[in-house]
Each structure stands twice: as C-alpha cells, then as structure tokens.
C-alpha cells in the first residue's frame, strides 16, 4: 500500500502540474502553442471563474473515475482533463477571483494542478487498492449507472442553461449542435460547447470571416462524424 501511495503522488502530481499548465496555456492559442483537449477550455469557460461551480463540475466526474479505478483497475481521462483542471482552478479562485492571474495563468495552474494531481490519484489508487475484489465489482456496479446519470443527462444541461445564459446567439447555437451531438453521438455535451463558442463569436464579430471558417469546420466534424457512426444509415431506415 505505501509503494502505491508514493507513485500515486509523484505520477498525480507530474500529470497534474502538466495538464493544468496546458489547460491554461490553451486560452493564449493560437499565439502560444498549447496542449490540452478542446472540451477542457471550454469546459472551464462554461464554469465562468466561479469556484463552487468548478468544484462541483469535477465533483461528478469523480464517481465515475472511481468506480472505473475500483472495478476495471484503471484510471479515466476524465481525472486529468476534467478533474484535475477544474479543481486547480477552483483551488486558485477561491483567493483571487481574477482569471489572468489564476486560471490564465500556466505557472499558477501548474503548481495546483501538481497538488489536486498528487491528492486525487493518490486517493483513488489507495481506494483501489484497498477494496477486495467481492466489494470492487459491487462498488463498480453502484457508482457506474450513477455516475451515467451524472454524464448524461445532468451535464448537458447543465451546459446548455449556460448556453442559454450566455446570450440569444449561444442559446440558439447550442440548442442546434447540442441536439444534432445527441442524436449522432448520444451526448449533447461538446454540441453545446461548440455552440457557445459559436454563438459568443457571433455576438462579439458578427459572421466574419474567422465565424465563418468555424461554422464550416464544425458543418464538416458533424457530416463526418455522423458518416462514421452510421448516422445516415440509421436516418434512412427510420425514414
């Protein structure tokens, strides 16, 4: 058990630190070459700076990292691109509400995220570890469905209500893509993102140029997506 605690802590915490300077980093692209997935920025936008929402976000995903930890023995993405960044920016918020210098900022974000990393995967090893099998396989049957439920449909909900507080533009915008992403991937999560970022840049540019190419990228991961999931196919039947 200790041989566990101390890697968690050492791999929590180098994981951590560099997915939180990267989530930060992200909102200086495409000036500053960043790393980190696309649905974490947006994931912290939707939070707007608030550290109670962040919290709570990455809150509801820990159940599902846990019971992936405890029945299937391994960690989830979302400890590192949704737990990890959310709680690093809510630990940084709670003393200073002002984004540039917590959220923005990589350094800041690192040395939290190497915090909340070392603390999160430690704990969910240590769990892990600690369970027999008999009670792994309950546990996994319990916090799965309930961590289901978290993902979908608490979220998309939650993401679209900040869809539509964000402005007429957003709302219409993630009304559309959230609904679209519902019905090719059964989840209206990153519809709804992309429909903020669509919507805020309408609102703030109007249909430029830079709109514009969005709408087309997005035309063209939605065609394609919907190919390859056999979306069309699936339409045509129900036709």
């Known amino acids: 058990m200790l041989v566990v605690l101390i ?6 915490a180098l994981g951590g630190a560099a997915i939180a300077a990267g989530a930060a980093r992200m909102f200086y692209a495409p000036e500053v070459q960043s790393m980190g997935a696309f649905r974490t920025l947006g994931e912290l936008n939707a939070c707007k700076g608030d550290p109670i929402t962040h919290f709570s976000f990455g809150l509801g995903f820990l159940f599902n990292s846990a019971a992936s930890v405890v029945g299937a023995g391994a960690l989830t993405q979302d400890v590192l691109h949704r737990i990890i960044p959310n709680w690093a920016a809510g630990l940084l918020l709670l003393r200073n ?15 939290a995220g190497a915090l909340v990393g070392a603390l999160v995967v430690a704990f969910l090893n240590t769990v892990a570890a600690a ?3 008999s ?14 439920l978290m993902i ?37 999560v990153p ?25 087309a990228l997005v035309t063209i991961l939605y065609l394609l997506i919907a ?3 056999g979306f069309f196919v699936q339409l045509a039947k129900f036709i």
Not at 139 to 148: C, D, E, R, T, Y
């Open 131 to 133: 369970i027999p099998t």
């Open 191 to 215: 519809g709804c993102i992309l429909g903020i970022l669509i919507g805020k840049s309408i609102e703030d540019n109007g249909f430029s140029r830079a709109t514009n190419i969005m709408i």
């Open 135 to 148: 009670m792994a396989v309950v546990a996994a049957k319990v916090l799965g469905p309930a961590s289901n």
């Open 7 to 12: 890697k968690s802590l050492i791999i929590g």
């Open 152 to 188: 979908n449909p608490v979220m998309p909900i939650i993401f679209w209500l900040a869809a539509l507080d964000a402005g007429k533009e957003s709302g219409i915008a993630a009304t559309i893509l959230g609904g679209l992403a519902h019905m090719i991937m059964g989840n209206a």
């Open 97 to 111: 509400r002002k984004v540039e210098d917590t959220m923005y900022n990589p350094a800041a974000m690192a040395a």
């Open 227 to 229: 190919y390859f999931r």
